[in-house]
């Protein structure tokens, strides 16, 4: 089963996203912030992080700095506002798998993370992409 982190501190917003994945067979953990999210990691392999880039406590691509560095195998698909187009852009160059506006549809965002998932069992064989 495909292990999915949702890190946005819009609370609303990853409660119906986590219920919505979880209906379609992911097994969703849900944080509020940057912080939460990387001790999340620390506690157990998650395949796929949907990474919110605004938030008040750290912002997204100092999340995916951390996360490159501390867990490399795994992918992040990025959220963004229209305002943060520059910064998601510049995440993908930090090695984000992607990168999605927000208000994402469901469907698209069920196939980048398959896409993603696909890539981390990959790496994880030595058979990376990157």
């Known amino acids: 089963m495909t292990s999915i982190l949702l890190i946005d501190d819009e609370q609303q917003f990853v409660v119906t996203m986590a219920k ?5 067979g992911f097994l969703v953990t849900e944080a509020g912030g940057g912080l939460e999210g990387l001790g999340i990691l620390e506690d157990g392999p998650v395949d796929v992080v949907v ?3 605004g938030m008040p406590d750290m912002d997204g691509i ?3 700095r951390e996360i490159k560095m501390r867990f490399p ?3 992040v698909l990025m959220l963004t506002g229209h305002a943060d187009m520059e910064v998601a852009i510049s995440g ?5 798998f992607d990168y999605l506006m927000k ?3 469901l469907e698209v965002l069920v196939g ?3 896409e993603a998932c696909s890539r981390s069992r990959n790496a994880g ?3 990376g992409l990157d």
């Open 20 to 24: 919505r994945l979880r209906k379609r």
């Open 51 to 53: 990474l919110d880039v």
């Open 62 to 64: 100092q999340v995916l």
């Open 73 to 75: 195998q795994v992918q």
């Open 92 to 96: 993908m160059a930090m090695g984000a």
């Open 103 to 105: 208000p994402v549809e």
């Open 112 to 114: 980048k993370i398959r």
């Open 125 to 127: 064989e030595g058979r």
